[in-house]
């Protein structure tokens, strides 16, 4: 027998049959008839509902009755507060759908009213502006005009107390552009759209502009969203009459060994200096990095002690 399932064998179910009368006995006149009327009032009450639930399925049919359920089910959502909805929405997720719902879905797709209907919804979300867009949008400007900072993996931080460098290499390119004397800065309000290889318009900020007209992209590794941002870098600097360079660490080497040149050092020299600073930011991100550790731990800590 599983566990937690109880069986009644025959004497058990005399001996509750026995008790029941006894009770019934020791109940006054005036008990017995209120009992006796909710037993009728709850016989009448499920006779009523299952009346309803066969007359519904003929009513739920007629245009106006689908109109005011619906009216019903908006204003009950509208009701909810958004962690209400988001549960619900939890709840749903992964979720599938009867044979019987697909079936009537699939006969009613089949109507051409429904079809078209279909189509003209579909075409609007296309043309709606998704929030994640308008997300991507926001973020990619805030890079671009330098309002946001993301310490990643990389190592980062500040080229001379006001560029903000994501990379070792962005900062590389930062102090050799600097000793050529170019006209650069990566605070230049320009982000471009962008297509990843599902079909997602996304937008991206490119790490410098120069002279206001030439585009610069600095990498240290090529994969698919490299070539399709470049691509579309091309295309956005072609209609506003600007260039776009896409610069590899091998082209970085290159620059400075002419900025060696300029400055009177050996290109050893300049990546003796290199290696120093790199090991002086590499540094002050492990202090940070620990810092926020210990932070984390602490707040951990805190929650802990006030559930307990």
């Known amino acids: 027998m599983p566990r937690g399932v109880y069986v009644r064998t025959k004497a058990t179910r005399i001996?509750?049959?026995?008790?029941?009368?006894?009770?019934?006995?020791?109940?006054?006149?005036?008990?017995?008839?209120?009992?006796?009327?909710?037993?009728?009032v709850g016989a009448n009450k499920l006779e009523a509902i299952k009346k309803k639930c066969k007359s519904e399925k003929f009513t739920h049919n007629?245009?106006?009755?689908?109109?005011?359920?619906?009216?019903?089910?908006?204003?009950?959502?509208?009701r909810k507060t958004p962690e209400q909805r988001a549960q619900e929405r939890e709840n749903r997720r992964g979720k599938k759908d009867s044979e019987k719902t697909r079936k009537s879905k699939s006969d009613s797709w089949k109507r051409p009213e429904r079809r078209r209907r279909g189509v003209e919804a579909a075409i609007e979300c296309q043309n709606r502006v998704s929030v994640s867009t308008l997300k991507s949008v926001r973020r990619a400007l805030a890079y671009a005009e330098g309002r946001l900072q993301i310490h990643g993996d990389y190592i980062?931080?500040?080229?001379?107390?006001?560029?903000?460098?994501?990379?070792?290499?962005?900062?590389?390119?930062?102090?050799?552009?600097?000793i050529l004397k170019w006209k650069w800065t990566e605070k230049h309000g320009i982000t471009i759209p962008w297509r990843d290889e599902r079909g997602i318009v996304r937008n991206y900020s490119p790490d410098f502009c120069v002279d206001g007209r030439q585009v610069i992209e600095t990498k240290g590794y090529l994969d698919k969203s490299v070539l399709l941002k470049a691509e579309a870098s091309m295309i956005y600097t072609a209609e506003r009459d600007m260039t776009y360079e896409l610069y590899f660490e091998e082209d970085i080497v290159r620059f400075e060994k002419q900025a060696s040149e300029d400055l009177g050092w050996t290109f050893r020299q300049y990546q003796m200096q290199l290696f120093k600073e790199r090991s002086c930011y590499k540094q002050k991100k492990d202090k940070r990095k620990a810092f926020l550790k210990r932070k984390k731990e602490e707040e951990n800590r805190e929650k802990a002690c006030a559930t307990t």
Do not use: C, N
């Open 15 to 40: 001996a509750v049959g026995r008790g029941s009368k006894r009770a019934w006995a020791r109940k006054t006149p005036e008990q017995k008839a209120r009992d006796i009327e909710a037993s009728r």
């Open 62 to 78: 007629l245009p106006e009755v689908k109109l005011e359920a619906s009216e019903k089910s908006k204003r009950a959502w509208a």
């Open 156 to 178: 980062t931080g500040y080229y001379r107390k006001t560029h903000f460098f994501r990379s070792f290499l962005e900062y590389r390119a930062m102090k050799v552009f600097d």
